[in-house]
T-cell receptor, first 112, second 112 residues
Framework: SQQGEEDPQALSIQEGENATMNCSYK?????LQWYRQNSGRGLVHLIL?????REKHSGRLRVTLDTSKKSSSLLITASRAADTASYFC????????????FGAGTRLAVHP | NAGVTQTPKFQVLKTGQSMTLQCAQD?????MSWYRQDPGMGLRLIHY???????DQGEVPNGYNVSRSTTEDFPLRLLSAAPSQTSVYFC???????????FGPGTRLTVL
């Protein structure tokens, strides 16, 4: 299917540690986006990386994209308790379908 | 600037009833979409629209209808509600599918 697959499904770390989440896919993409969802809330956009880009940064967030391996990673450095949330990758597959497809997400828990 | 608004926030239906979930955005975005999120899962695309008068099916369109008569509004209609449609529904908008998406706060729907 045209879905991103994320791992791990759940991640539990201490404040100050780094958190890495991965997203893999199977076909060519236009862009890949990362979103955060706090419990019971709507999604908030974090970073968009296009297929011709390899790395993007935003504050403590770093996203990489390896189109040869069809994978992306989201790194949160020096994590805080407030980073506790679910993180989703969303993929716009190439081919003109205009469908933004989400993965199942990674649940991150950051403990004080 | 309200962003993306959704009404109602909560709704309980009986099997077989119909209803419309409302979504509106004031950012003049051409691209709008509807997703459903089941407990502990990612978002699944129901329908999307690339502009007024143009809609298309997503991953899970059965049991749902949409129309897009204006740029601002993108209602989602449940024709005959079923318990399997119990979910949280999110509406999103973006300039195009190739841009970041802005999400509404969601509608929590329960079908008895």
């Amino acid at each position: 299917s045209q879905q991103g697959e994320e791992d791990p499904q759940a991640l539990s770390i201490q404040e100050g540690e780094n958190a890495t989440m991965n997203c893999s896919y199977k076909t060519s993409i236009n862009n890949l986006q990362w979103y955060r969802q706090n419990s019971g809330r709507g999604l908030v956009h974090l970073i968009l990386i296009r297929s011709n880009e390899r790395e993007k940064h935003s504050g403590r967030l770093r996203v990489t994209l390896d189109t040869s391996k069809k994978s992306s990673s989201l790194l949160i450095t020096a994590s805080r308790a407030a980073d506790t949330a679910s993180y989703f990758c969303a993929i716009l597959f190439s081919g003109g379908y205009n469908k933004l497809i989400f993965g199942a997400g990674t649940r991150l828990a950051v403990h004080p | 600037n309200a962003g993306v608004t959704q009404t109602p926030k909560f709704q309980v239906l009986k099997t077989g009833q119909s209803m419309t979930l409302q979504c509106a955005q004031d950012m003049n975005h051409e691209y709008m979409s509807w997703y459903r999120q089941d407990p502990g899962m990612g978002l699944r695309l129901i329908h999307y629209s690339v502009g007024a008068g143009i809609t298309d099916q997503g991953e899970v369109p059965n049991g749902y209808n949409v129309s897009r008569s204006t740029t601002e509004d993108f209602p989602l209609r449940l024709l005959s509600a079923a318990p399997s449609q119990t979910s949280v529904y999110f509406c999103a908008s973006g300039g195009t599918a190739n841009n970041e998406q802005f999400f509404g706060p969601g509608t929590r729907l329960t079908v008895l």
